[in-house]
Structure formats: C-alpha cells, structure tokens
C-alpha cells in the first residue's frame, strides 16, 4: 500500500484501510493507497501550518529553484510518469506524454514567477492627498486545501501544486480516490528536489472523508477545488463558516460553433479533439456543435466516417486514440445519458454503445446524437464521456445564444474563414475561455477558468499564483501637521 506524505514522512493512515487503484484498461488492481481519516487530516494541516513561515521567508529566487528542481525530476521520469498515467487513468500514452510535459511546463512557468516575488510585487499607489504615501504588495495566503479530479491527475496536482509553492503558501493536496499514483509520485520528485518538509503534503483518500475534513478544517486559510459542479457547492458552503478564501474550478457544457465558410476536414478534425480527446472526460469539452444548417449534411457525413476510423483500446497501444473511461460506473452513468436522449427520440449518429470486441474494461464507443431539444439533459448536462450533441442553426445571432443558452460558462469555440465574425462572436460568448479556429489547445501562461456553474477564479497565468497571495495595502501618513481631529493643534 503507498502511504501518506506529511510533514516530510510517509506514514500509513492509523486505521490501515486502503483504497485499491484499477486499470481502467482491463479492470485489474494495480495497487492501492492509503485511505486518509479526520486524524490524518489534523496531522497534515498541522504540519503545513508549522513549515508556513520559513517556506513564506524563504526568497521567491530560492523558491524558483526548487520548483526549476521538481521540474527537472519530473523530466527525467517522464517515461515512467506517462506510463503509469495511462495505466491508473487509462488515456492513450501519447496524452499522458502530453500531460507529463505541460507538467513540466507548469512548474517551470511559475519558478519565472517566484523569481519575480522579491520585490517586485510592490507598487507605490497614487492618492490624492499629499500627506500620505500609500503601496500595494502581496503575500502569501497561508495553508491551502487543494482538491483534484481525475481526468488529468498529474497535470491538475501541478497546476495546484506549482502556483501555491511559487507563492509561498505551503499545501495539503488530495488526489481523487480513483487516481492518485502520479500526484504521490510528484511528492516523491519534490521530496528529491529538496523542498522543505511540511511544505507539500499528500493525503489520499475519499472525497467525503479526507476530502471534507480538509475543506472544515479551522486552520486551513485557502480552499482549491477542481472538481463536479455539485461537489464544488459543497465545498463553497463547508468553507463558509469560516469564510475561507475559496477557488473552483468545475464542469462545463461548452459549444463549438461551425460556420458556413469552414474547410470540412479542418473542422472535423478540431470538433473530434473537442470531445473525444481524453474519452472526452475533459471539464472544457466542446460536447455542444452548432453547425450552419447549410453545410450540416455535408460536414456531418464526414464527422460519422472519421468517427467510426477511431481507434478504440489500451492507451499503452501505440495506435489508440480512444481508450476507457476512468471506471464502470462512469462508463454506465455516460451509457444512461445516451440510453435516455434515444429513449426521448433523439437521432444516434454514430456510436452508442459499449465496443462489441472490449468485454474487459470500461470503454464505450465515441457517440453523436442529433438534434435533441434545447432542454434534453444531453444538450444541458455535463456528460463527461465521449458524446457529442448537435444542432443546425440559422443565423450568427440564434448560434450564439444558442451556446450562451446555459448553466456553466467555462469555455466556447468558433470556427470561420471570416477572421471579424470570429472576433465579434468570441467576444459575445459568455465563457472563461475561448478558441477561434480550434478547440481545447491550453497554456499556462493564460487564464483558466469559467463562470455561472462553471467555478470562481482562475488558474494558470499570473491569476493562478494570485490565487495563492493576499493582497496588503500600506498607508503612511508623512505629514509634519498634527492629525487634529479629536486634538487640536494649538
Ligand atoms: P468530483 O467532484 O466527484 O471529485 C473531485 C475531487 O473532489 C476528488 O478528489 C474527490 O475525492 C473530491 N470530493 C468528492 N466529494 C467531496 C466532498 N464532499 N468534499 C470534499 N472533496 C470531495 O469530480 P470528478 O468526478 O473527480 O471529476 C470530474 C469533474 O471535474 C467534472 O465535472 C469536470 O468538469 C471537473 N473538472 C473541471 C476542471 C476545470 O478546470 N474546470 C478540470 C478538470 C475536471
């Protein structure tokens, strides 16, 4: 059983329960954490508390070369990393390659942050009177909970991890109960590289357990969750007695608008990575298409032949694109949502089932549904599988109130030949993020986050290290006068 990382010690949980992983693959145990407990929780927070002034003192340049040094050890097991990626979450080894390496990316993204926190978070403000002089600087916000899904296990510990160590906060991370091999392998490359003990601690367990007591916890200054919009309410209203400093990052229902002047192939191909890359287990997904009527015929022919060329198997078979999903009752609540728009008359064009030659393992085919009404749960839900919704549209402006037409705002996508339509419709999408002529590509030096059910906050960028620093103002009154308002000069 791998064990819990606090306060630079792995320790198992007092109870000795664990929590097995599975190869989504093939449905076999490949090995099995620690169930954490309240108890542990205390331990973990406790230890994070005690390393947050020294790691808070420690200069953002010294910061950065740990994290350049994390960085550095997560390359240099990139090929074990990416492997044991797909093994516990089942993604075709080439994403879990891709993860490994905007993993990589992250922590460095954010040492050139670090770098830049000595000094060079102050700025001097301009008040309108003379006898003050007033500045604005930040610091770091203290302890923070992060809590991850997983759909991208090591991709979302860095994109938590590397902000909050960048900012000098120091970290209690849960990893999702189902994936947690990687992000305790990213606590063995930080151990390496020499970071602090108490700093970056890792609690596995289930989500209403350690998850929970993490979020309650008193002594817990920030909550980070990345998760399903009904367990990001959860949190939002367990941190509030506290009035914890809370961001979330949730689902999504995202469209991707296809206009008449598009190049078929071209659009096909950025629809398909919209929504079947990563089995379509992605927060982001374009799960939505809105095609101009005028060219769905052709478009949508095209789209079932290339959808039925996907490979479907392990993602440690060179030539899968499309590999399970993360577990059976994933696999069987996607199957419902499908069951359900049939049942309800709506059109299946390709896919819509389990694959007939995969009896082991949790796949389902890549599937498309043709215009459901506009509040089916498959054109209103989030699906999280490898499902895709269409509907025509006439007109710009029925296409864009048609995307804006929902519950989440996370992201949005365009594509047109006319470079002024795609300006003017990404500006009019109500969405965190937004892609013209493509879908899904994502850096860390921009923005990430949505709005409405979608989440609070953004991550990456300069906005994912604010996540982790307050903000202080400092007022000086220089003036040689007296204040004199309940004394007088005389
Ligand atoms: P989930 O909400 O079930 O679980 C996420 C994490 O929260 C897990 O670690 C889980 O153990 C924990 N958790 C569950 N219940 C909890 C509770 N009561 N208290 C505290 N922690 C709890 O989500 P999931 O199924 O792991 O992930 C899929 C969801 O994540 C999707 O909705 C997806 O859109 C979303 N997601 C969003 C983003 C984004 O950046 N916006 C990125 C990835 C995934």
């Known amino acids: 059983m791998l064990r819990l990382l606090i306060?630079?010690?792995?320790?198992?949980?007092?109870?000795?329960?664990?929590?097995?992983?599975?190869?989504?693959?093939?449905?076999?145990?490949?090995?099995?954490?620690?169930?954490?407990?309240?108890?542990e929780v205390r331990l973990a927070v406790a230890a994070a508390r005690r390393a947050f002034e020294g790691w808070e003192a420690v200069p953002g340049r010294e910061r950065a070369a740990l994290l350049r040094a994390i960085a550095d050890g997560v390359e240099v097991r990139r090929d074990a990393l990416a492997a044991l990626e797909t093994r516990d979450n089942g993604k075709p080894l080439a994403e879990s390659f891709?993860?490994?390496?905007?993993?990589?990316?992250?922590?460095?993204?954010?040492?050139?942050?670090?770098?830049?926190?000595?000094?060079?978070?102050?700025?001097?403000?301009?008040?309108?009177?003379?006898?003050f002089s007033a500045s604005v600087e930040t610091m770091a916000v203290g302890v923070a909970a992060q809590i991850i899904p997983w759909n991208y296990p090591l991709l979302m510990a860095a994109w938590k991890v590397a902000p909050a160590l960048a900012a000098g906060a120091t970290m209690v991370l849960k990893p999702s109960e189902l994936t947690s091999l990687t992000a305790l392998e990213l606590g063995r490359i930080a151990q390496d590289a020499g970071l602090p003990r108490g700093v970056f601690n890792i609690l596995t367990g289930y989500g209403g357990e350690a998850g929970m007591s993490l979020v309650e916890h008193r002594d817990v200054?920030?909550?980070a969750f990345t998760g399903s919009a009904a367990t990001g309410a959860k949190i939002m209203a367990a941190a509030a007695p506290d009035i914890k400093n809370v961001s979330l990052e949730l689902g999504g229902k995202s469209a991707i608008l296809i206009f008449d002047d598009v190049d078929i192939e071209v659009a096909v191909e950025w629809i398909m990575f919209g929504v079947f890359w990563n089995q379509g287990q992605v927060c982001s997904a374009t799960s939505r298409l809105l095609v101009d009527e005028s060219i769905a015929d052709r478009l949508l022919a095209r789209l079932v032949t290339e959808v039925a060329a996907i490979r479907i198997g392990s993602g440690l078979d060179p030539d899968v694109t499309l590999g399970p999903l993360i577990s059976a009752a994933q696999r069987d609540r996607v199957a419902g949502f499908v069951d359900r728009a049939r049942e309800q008359g709506v059109e299946l064009l390709a896919g819509g089932g389990v694959p007939p030659h995969l009896d082991a393992g949790f796949f389902y085919e890549p599937t498309i549904l043709f215009q459901p009404p506009v509040d089916a749960e498959i054109w209103t839900e989030e699906v999280f599988g490898p499902v895709l919704a269409v509907r025509c549209?006439?007109?710009?402006?029925?296409?864009?109130?048609?995307?804006?037409c929902s519950d989440y705002g996370l992201a949005a996508a365009v594509l047109s030949r006319d470079a002024a339509r795609c300006e003017r419709v990404a500006r009019a999408f109500r969405a965190g993020v937004v892609w013209i002529?493509?879908?899904?590509?994502?850096?860390?030096?921009?923005?990430?986050?949505?709005?409405?059910?979608?989440?609070?906050?953004?991550?990456?960028?300069?906005?994912?290290?604010?996540q982790y620093r307050e903000v202080k103002q400092i007022t000086r009154y220089c003036s040689d006068t007296p204040w004199g308002w309940y004394i007088r000069p005389r």
């Open 437 to 466: 002529n493509c879908s899904q590509p994502t850096f860390c030096e921009a923005p990430w986050g949505g709005l409405k059910r979608s989440g609070v906050g953004r991550e990456l960028g300069a906005w994912g290290l604010a």
């Open 98 to 131: 891709g993860d490994v390496d905007d993993t990589i990316a992250c922590f460095r993204f954010y040492a050139g942050l670090a770098d830049d926190l000595d000094g060079g978070d102050r700025a001097v403000l301009a008040v309108p009177d003379s006898r």
């Open 221 to 223: 200054d920030k909550v």
């Open 393 to 404: 549209f006439r007109t710009e402006e029925e296409a864009v109130a048609l995307a804006n």
């Open 7 to 39: 306060d630079g010690h792995w320790i198992e949980s007092a109870d000795g329960r664990s929590i097995d992983s599975v190869n989504p693959a093939n449905g076999k145990v490949i090995g099995s954490v620690a169930a954490a407990g309240a108890g």
